[in-house]
């Protein structure tokens, strides 16, 4: 069982910055993919960025676009999400998750529990 805990939310000013991580338990981690997520209150779920595992092929929401940057280190079992140029509709629980399916790339099997961002204006 795979288990992966996000670090790094906080409160932080528009057009500020924040570095999210997720550590994965695992000791042979080695997912498809790791992806990041976020959901606001009062709206669904969306995705943010996923980046493949052993190319660190990278791919994004127009949202985020020139903003966010997702990164991982496959010697630790850690991915990152640096987030710049915040804004006050950034404001979500951003969650990490991995995917195992190389024929599903945009299904995750396995989810953290979550960490707050809020965007002040």
């Known amino acids: 069982q795979v288990q992966l805990v996000e670090s790094g939310g906080g409160l932080v000013q528009a057009g500020g910055s924040l570095r999210l991580s997720c550590a994965a338990s695992?000791?042979?981690?080695?997912?498809?993919?790791m992806g990041w997520f976020r959901q606001a209150p009062g709206k669904e779920r969306e995705f943010v960025a996923r980046?493949?595992?052993?190319?660190?092929?990278?791919y994004y929401a127009d949202s985020v676009k020139g903003r966010f940057t997702i990164s991982r280190d496959n010697a630790k079992n850690m991915v990152y999400l640096q987030m710049n140029s915040l804004k006050p509709e950034d404001t979500a629980v951003y969650y990490c998750?991995?995917?195992?399916?190389?024929?599903?790339?945009?299904?995750?099997?396995?989810w953290g529990q979550g960490t707050q961002v809020t965007v002040s204006s």
């Open positions: 695992e000791r042979t981690f080695s997912p498809y993919a």
């Open positions: 998750a991995a995917g195992y399916n190389p024929g599903s790339p945009n299904q995750f099997d396995y």
């Open positions: 980046c493949t595992w052993n190319y660190g092929i990278t």
